[in-house]
């Protein structure tokens, strides 16, 4: 699906999906307990078999220009996982809707692995 | 499913059926060594019979490549624990949960090492764990004490009320002389030649 476009007197606006991932990235830094956004590191074979791009934030847009997005994230050790999510995904709408004036459709967050903070 | 994967499934199915079809057939004795001869001989004389086999043994290398990375995405995506939030869905992967264990390691001084397995079932989440003890440990004390650690520490953290089953296994024993082998072995250092010259 293509991103929104928003018409304007001068032209048009277009949002690209990247942009929509790298405001989605940083939210997510933002969170305390956040240690990185993706995943563990795959050697050898696995990271040529595994799928494509499995350590990256994937944003797509439905049929009603609703955003959808899905963050893999390696959370710090010690801290309560739902609730990290919890405002990951509100921090994630928050500043999405903020900066886009695009509506979100669902946030899904994949808690990859747990590390030493 | 997108349509390249239906495509590269119908592909792949084809070439190992027409592969299996082949052998049956040459074990069925219903084609001469000459005919397999020609045959091969036809396909190596002609430039552009050689580029067209080329170009099937690429694609079909690519589709057996995007094959395996559908079988692996699969089960990737299969291997989480999943819960629904307002704002969306949260999935946690097996793998952090048995980071989250492994951890464990560090509270217990009792555990040389703990090797943990986490399964998701419809029961609810299966955790079993090998671990090496050090001689001196009670046993039943510890992995009871381990097992309500597991536990709360899964129910905490994961947030889920799902029944946690833990299963323990005991897989070997320190004893404190192999603990203390590995640990004091002294580094024979070698005698360098001359090396008290001069020392009174």
């Not at chain 2, 001989?41 to 170009?55: D, K, Q, S």
């Not at chain 2, 090492?113 to 001196?136: C, F, Q, W, Y």
């Not at chain 2, 597991?150 to 323990?168: A, L, M, R, Y």
């Amino acid at each position: 699906m293509q991103p929104e476009e928003t018409r304007t007197d001068l032209g048009a606006i277009r949002i690209h999906q990247n942009v929509i991932s790298s405001i989605a990235s940083l939210a997510t830094l933002d969170i305390e307990g956040v240690k990185r956004v993706g995943g563990p590191q795959r050697t050898g074979i696995m990271s040529f078999l595994s799928q494509k791009d499995p350590l990256k934030i994937k944003t797509e847009f439905t049929k009603k220009q609703e955003v959808r997005i899905e963050i893999p994230i390696v959370i710090a050790y010690g801290y309560h996982i739902p609730e990290i999510a919890q405002r990951v995904q509100d921090n994630v709408r928050h500043q999405v809707e903020r900066m886009t004036d695009l509506s979100i459709k669902d946030i899904t967050v994949n808690v990859q692995a747990i590390e030493k903070g | 499913m997108r349509i390249f994967t239906i495509i590269a499934i119908t592909f792949y199915a084809a070439v190992i059926t027409i592969l299996g079809t082949v052998m049956i057939i040459i074990s069925l004795n219903l084609v001469s060594p000459q005919m397999i001869s020609d045959v091969l001989l036809y396909t190596l004389e002609g430039v552009n019979a050689r580029i067209i086999i080329g170009l099937t043994g690429g694609v079909l290398i690519l589709v057996s490549i995007s094959f395996a990375q559908l079988i692996f995405g699969k089960f990737q995506r299969e291997k989480t624990i999943a819960f629904i939030t307002p704002s969306g869905e949260v999935t946690i992967a097996l793998s952090a949960v048995e980071d989250l264990i492994r951890r464990l390691v560090g509270i217990i001084p009792e555990i040389k090492e703990l090797r943990p397995d986490v399964k998701a079932t419809k029961k609810g989440i299966e955790v079993e764990v090998n671990i090496v003890l050090r001689a001196e440990t009670n046993i039943p004390e510890l992995t009871s004490r381990l097992q309500d650690i597991i536990k709360s520490k899964i129910q905490e953290v994961v947030g889920t009320d799902e029944d946690v089953f833990i299963k323990i296994h005991v897989i070997k024993i320190i004893t404190i002389d192999e603990r203390d082998k590995k640990r004091k072995e002294p580094e024979e250092k070698p005698a360098i030649p001359f090396g008290g010259y001069g020392k009174i």
